[in-house]
């Protein structure tokens, strides 16, 4: 609000202390808000990718501890030189939890090399086909002449009714064969006996080499992404036996129905899913989380395709069956965006509530690209958070950024990062908000149940079309739901089973009770969930459901679902009618209007109400991009008010707000990607009525109240007071192999692949230019910085360099070279020898290599503009002079587009009368930067990390002449790109992200979309708006 006040400031505005609010209202917690422990802490994937050395650890570690971060699992992962699970790599291991224990760290483990989880490195599937993961498949006669008939599984005539299946004698009337494949590299994860040999290469290989002392400080497990496949439909040597026993048939009789139509299709396809989904929770989530429990351990991670019905269905059956037997179960999120559904989490912590877990935890960053910035990442955890999750595990912190590494789904959100000093901020805030929401207990009086089984009698083959619908049906009814602050669960049919019985007129699932239950349009039901429903309904349950009413138990026509069908109540299909329909017996605790009084009903506003020692706590979260001034938030209970405050751990009285018998009404300011927690506490003295109805005193604005001063903008002309060192990025070279012809120019990133083609170790050049556009001097800095810098032969314009290097930059592998005295004004060429040999270690990784000093840099084309704050020019650059001087606005056209660092600007502001008058800095968009500085007259003011990017300057400027300085801290993104990729800034990014053709990252473009592009693409750098300061009357 620019002349008025909002009742709630904006956190870290306004002094915070961690007291007694009026006497009744701290937590237990309360003490542990300010520093919270490691258990609350983030647990960052540390990508092991290179030659490990306990030095480099150990100063990682050290790094990791002062920036908050409470532990990490530990992930081999592409690059990694150290023998996996070796000697080498139990010694760093060890090590790691040794230090870990002294730092008071969190020191998990991760069951692969790489991922998905269950290969044990390659070891399992290598024990021979029965352990290897196979899919069904067909063909219809006349057949493949080179069919396998050891992988034949039966042939099928067509009968009356689809197909029957045929005898030996009668093969010669077949028209289809069934038959499974086999994928050589992943494993049967349907298998118990499978699953166990991958358990003791695995983790009993780890239980055994730590030992009983170390192996008790390991908190546990992470598995990652477990899945029979994706998009197909799984067969195990172990599915006929445990089919007949579950269904009374033989399963072979009906698998033309799994891709066919027939005329009990659903039936068969409602039992082949049901079995296969359990075997698979049974044998891989079920036998691993078992055997950690009996150690001690927890079993955490996530499964694969958690997204959609569709990709469930063919991939993990149920996905909440499997999060049932894990300690802390988790989802992935990957990429720079969150969804209008809130699926993904809200399953998760869905199951984590009803069965007890107090945490659940979410993999998310990676794809996000190196230029999120905390507000990204900010917007990214608490639209999760708010939907139930509570822990948080950061992809990812990469231990070298040498080679391929540095594109490894991109960001490392490590010391690779120029922001990385201030990170702790970050951390800190979400260990804050782990805390309170791991402790507290979320409320939810709604069961929305999963229709997953629906899409096990619709998907037909590796057609999951006709389960599209009902996808788009359950998530509209969340989202719907959401909108209007509906707590709510999703119920699984397979827990409920589990879990679920009726009492008092709630559907109780494991530890949640549940007075409506919602019904989307499905198709089938289970037995289990039928009967409960209708117990539910008959002790005065409220029932609802939406048209497209199921008709199926179990996949089979029952006429006992009319009856209960029939007794619910059927709302029209709107959010209106639902929020209607469920508010008879739940009503929504808050009501949130904006500023002219209307609903507030969006997808990236949600609420989440929970109890915590006698108190209510309402976790409200703006995810979107859009203010809200002045909005008011009603919440139907009676109390005092007081703000959490998540930046410091502080509580905040609430200046005011009006108490009724309705509640209480607080008004706000929320900002794009803010969030407040708000908590509603006893009044057992009375205080709360004298001290929130009264008149406000002369000196308190109220919420109309206005407010008249003026502004003074920061425009124009800034002068730089320090920088990091800028750099150029050169990814373009000529090469020759042996005494061939030179290439012409060409992309550094596109050598590797070519030069393995190689049928011998040979020699090759590589020659990058460069212009310079001043007079090298002994003073000014420069520097070549590349990685593996002994591996070459080095020569500038004919002059060799040594490849003694003068420390790092960025990254451990970036080292740097001198070559001030051998840089000329002009052309300037740069070669590198090797010896190219693509089969052994000695080959170095070809990649781009970067000029580092006291310059600038110009682009020798204009720039233009595109989405997602990217600007576009053609190149070519050159090296000039470093500016003194920059206007406000981005930095990447004024001489720094690749630059990776801090930067200082600096304007004098002259006031000519000061009597202290109230005073607020504001930024007047938020900076193009991942952290902004304010500083006064040498005094640091605030760390701006994300909104509200405002601040209280009253204290601190002065009469005549005041030096404002921001600091900008930029990212990683200009210096590693992607430069070229066609879309400029993709929303996920990945190692396809910089080649030339689409991986799943692009699955959105058509596979041979060119996305490579020769020209450049840099986000903007600097400051988007003048910043203003407002001084009232």
């Known amino acids: ?107 998990w483990l991760y069951d692969e090399n790489t991922w998905p989880s269950g290969s044990a490195d390659g070891k399992v599937p290598a024990m021979g086909e029965r352990y290897r993961q196979k899919r069904l498949a067909y063909e219809a006669a006349p057949f493949e002449e080179d069919s396998d008939p050891d992988r034949t599984i039966a042939y099928y005539a067509r009968s009356e009714k689809g197909y029957r299946l045929l005898s030996a004698e009668e093969r010669s009337d077949a028209e289809l064969r069934l038959y499974y494949k086999v994928n050589p590299d992943y494993i049967d994860v349907l298998s118990e006996h499978v699953v166990a040999a991958f358990i003791e290469a695995a983790y009993e290989a780890y239980w055994e080499k730590l030992g009983p002392e170390l192996a008790s400080i390991v908190p546990g497990v992470f598995t990652d992404e477990p899945q029979y496949g994706r998009g197909t439909l799984p067969w195990s040597f172990d599915l006929p036996a445990e089919f007949m026993a579950r269904h009374g048939y033989d399963v072979t009789e009906t698998l033309p129905s799994l891709f066919l139509p027939t005329e009990d299709c659903r039936k068969h396809r409602y039992d082949y899913w049901e079995t296969v989904t359990a075997m698979f929770a049974r044998a891989y989530s079920e036998q691993i989380g078992a055997w950690c429990e009996k150690r001690g351990w927890k079993l955490t991670g996530h499964v694969v395709e958690e997204q959609t019905l569709m990709g469930q269905v063919s991939s993990v059956g149920d996905p909440l069956a499997s999060y049932e037997f894990l300690h802390i179960p988790g989802c992935d999120w990957l990429g720079n965006f969150i969804s209008e559904e809130p699926i993904v989490p809200k399953q998760v912590s869905s199951v984590a509530r009803q069965l007890g877990r107090k945490q659940a935890i979410t993999e998310s960053f990676g794809c996000a690209g190196w230029n999120a910035s905390f507000q990204d990442l900010k917007r990214i955890g608490e639209w999760q958070y708010v939907h139930g999750i509570n822990l948080l595990c950061q992809h990812l912190q990469s231990y070298s950024l040498k080679g391929l590494r540095k594109r490894d789904y991109p960001p490392s959100l490590f010391y690779q990062q120029p922001w990385w000093g201030e990170y702790r901020v970050f951390n800190d805030y979400f260990a804050r908000l782990s805390l309170l929401l791991s402790e507290g207990e979320r409320q939810a009086d709604v069961l929305l149940l999963h229709p997953v089984r629906s899409g096990w009698v619709e998907q037909q083959g590796r057609d999951a079309s006709a389960i599209e619908p009902y996808h788009a049906s359950f998530a509209a009814l969340t989202r719907w739901l959401c909108q209007s602050f509906v707590g709510h669960d999703y119920g699984s049919e397979g827990i409920i089973e589990r879990h679920g019985r009726v009492d008092g007129g709630k559907l109780i699932v494991g530890h949640a009770a549940y007075s409506v239950v919602v019904i989307p349009p499905s198709v089938t039901l289970a037995g289990t969930t039928v009967r409960l429903l209708r117990q539910f309904a008959e002790e005065g349950g409220s029932l609802i459901a939406f048209p497209g009413f199921p008709s199926m138990v179990n996949g089979v026509r029952d006429s006992a679902l009319d009856d209960l069908i029939a007794g619910a109540v059927w709302p029209e299909w709107s959010r209106e009618a639902l929020l209607q329909a469920v508010a008879d017996t739940a009503p929504p605790s808050v009501i949130l209007t904006d500023g002219q009084q209307e609903a507030i009903a969006e997808d990236t506003i949600n609420i989440q109400e929970l109890t915590l020692d006698g108190a209510h706590l309402y976790y409200l979260v703006n995810s979107g991009n859009k203010s809200y001034e002045n909005a008011q938030m009603e919440i139907r209970r009676s109390g005092i008010l007081t703000l959490i405050d998540l930046e ?386």
Request: with cysteine.
């Open 648 to 1033: 410091t751990g502080g509580m905040i009285p609430a200046r005011k707000f009006h108490k009724d018998g309705s509640g209480i009404r607080v008004r706000l300011d929320l900002h794009p990607a803010q969030s407040f927690m708000l908590m509603v506490s006893a009044d057992p003295l009375g205080l709360a009525s004298a001290a929130t109805d009264r008149e406000a005193a002369d000196d308190e604005p109220t919420e109309t109240e206005e407010r008249t001063g003026h502004r003074v903008a920061l425009g124009g002309r800034w002068t730089i007071t320090a920088a990091d060192l800028n750099c150029l990025t050169l990814d373009n070279c000529r090469l020759r192999i042996g005494e061939g012809e030179w290439s012409e120019l060409q992309p550094v990133i596109f050598l590797q692949e070519r030069l393995k083609g190689l049928d011998r170790a040979t020699p090759i050049e590589l020659e990058f230019e460069f212009d310079a556009n001043f007079e090298p001097g002994s003073l000014r800095e420069l520097y070549l910085v590349m990685e593996e810098p002994k591996s070459y032969e080095i020569r500038l314009n004919g002059c060799s360099i040594e490849s003694r290097s003068c420390g790092w930059w960025r990254d451990i592998s970036f080292r740097k070279l001198d070559i001030g005295a051998n840089v000329q004004r002009g052309k300037n060429r740069l070669r590198l020898s090797a010896r190219f040999n693509r089969t052994g270690e000695a080959a170095p990784e070809l990649e781009s290599v970067y000029l580092l000093g006291d310059f600038g840099v110009r682009s020798d084309t204009s720039f233009t503009e595109g989405e997602r704050a990217v600007v576009f020019t053609e190149g070519p650059f050159q090296l000039t002079e470093t500016p003194e001087f920059v206007e406000s606005g981005d930095l990447v056209r004024q001489g720094f587009p690749f630059f990776a660092g801090k930067i200082r600007l600096a304007q004098t502001l002259k006031l000519e009368s000061w009597a202290r008058n109230p005073s607020r800095f504001e930024w007047g968009l938020p900076p193009d930067a991942v952290v902004g500085k304010l500083f006064v007259n040498g005094q640091e003011i605030r760390t701006f990390v994300w909104e509200p990017y405002e601040t209280d300057l009253t204290s601190y400027l002065q009469e005549g002449e005041n030096l404002i300085e921001l600091e900008l801290s930029g990212s990683c993104r200009n210096l590693l790109g992607p430069h070229h990729h066609i879309k400029g800034e993709p929303n996920k990014v990945g190692p396809d992200s910089f080649k030339d053709r689409p991986g799943w990252t692009d699955k959105d473009l058509s596979p041979d979309t060119p996305i490579y592009q020769a020209r450049y693409a840099f986000v903007r750098f600097g400051l988007r708006a003048e910043p203003t300061i407002e001084i009232f009357d």
């Open 1 to 107: 609000m620019a002349a008025g006040q909002p009742v709630l400031a904006g956190r870290g505005q306004a002094q915070s202390t961690q007291t007694d609010v009026r006497g009744v209202t701290t937590l237990k917690i309360g003490n542990e808000l300010q520093n919270p422990s490691s258990r609350y802490r983030t647990l960052p994937f540390w990508s092991w990718n290179d030659r490990l050395e306990k030095a480099e650890l150990d100063r990682q570690m050290e790094e990791m501890h002062q920036a908050g971060v409470g532990g990490f699992f530990i992930h081999a992962r592409d690059g990694l030189q150290t023998p996996y699970m070796g000697e080498e790599w139990m010694a760093a291991v060890k090590a790691c939890v040794e230090k870990g224990k002294a730092l008071g760290m969190e020191i």
